[in-house]
């Protein structure tokens, strides 16, 4: 089965405090993805990357970075947390990026930004 | 991508089938039509997914309309722990990175 492991399940940060959150898979996809998600709002694409190194923004970039060092760990970057990052944040990889192949999500982190 | 309507919620007793509906009218001929659930405090679950023929697999059947623009998620037996919110998803294959785009989805409640 494949697993996509989240470094916290909750997290709590201070206003301009940089935040790490960390993103494992185990199964070699070329993919991952991180996601927000809000009552109301669905879940908005942040970054995604399809290769070592390589990221492209999502639908909601700003205010985050990411790093992909290796392929199996995806890094997402709060440089200045705000209150309005207080969010479920959701990271997925895949096999491949175009095709049809399903989206494997981990557990999600729920942080809250004071 | 083509936007997918659901009901806001549904119930279903226990061991009876779940007929979760999805409405995309605007498809187009190369997207597929991908099911999801989202059980509280998870990360969502991939279900199944189609193109136009209809599908099977060991958690759930999809049902695609000839004219391709509503599609059905049967949960044969369902159980208490199928209880979540389900996600009907609509992508073409070609789409550049595979970006899933949800919607508020359908809370299906299991009951005894």
């Known amino acids: 089965d494949v697993k996509v492991t989240q470094s916290s399940r909750y997290l709590v940060k201070r206003t301009g405090e940089k935040v790490f959150l960390e993103c494992v898979q185990d199964?070699?996809?070329?993919?991952m993805f991180w996601y927000r998600q809000d009552p109301g709002l669905g879940l908005r694409l942040i970054y995604f990357?399809?290769?070592?190194?390589?990221?492209e923004k999502g639908d909601i970039p700003e205010g985050y970075s990411v790093s992909r060092e290796k392929k199996e760990r995806f890094s997402l970057i709060l440089e200045s947390a705000s209150t309005n990052q207080t969010s479920m944040y959701l990271c997925?990889?895949?096999?491949?990026?175009?095709?049809?192949?399903?989206?494997?999500f981990g557990p999600g982190t729920r942080l809250t930004v004071l | 991508d083509a936007k997918t309507t659901q009901p806001t919620s549904m119930d279903c007793a226990e061991g009876r089938a779940a007929n979760l509906p999805c409405n995309h009218s605007t498809i187009s001929g190369n997207e597929y039509v991908y099911w999801y659930r989202q059980i509280h405090s998870q990360g969502p679950q991939y279900i199944i997914h189609g193109l136009k023929n209809n599908e099977t697999n060991e958690m759930a059947s999809l049902i695609i309309t000839e004219d391709r623009k509503s599609s059905t998620l049967i949960l044969p037996h369902a159980t208490l722990r199928d209880t979540a919110v389900y996600y009907c998803?609509?992508?073409?294959?070609?789409?550049?990175?595979?970006?899933?785009?949800f919607g508020q989805g359908t809370i299906l409640t299991v009951h005894p």
């Open positions: 199964m070699d996809h070329e993919n």
């Open positions: 998803i609509v992508r073409g294959g070609g789409t550049s990175y595979g970006k899933l785009t």
């Open positions: 990357s399809y290769d070592v190194k390589m990221k």
């Open positions: 997925a990889s895949s096999l491949m990026a175009g095709g049809y192949h399903e989206q494997f």
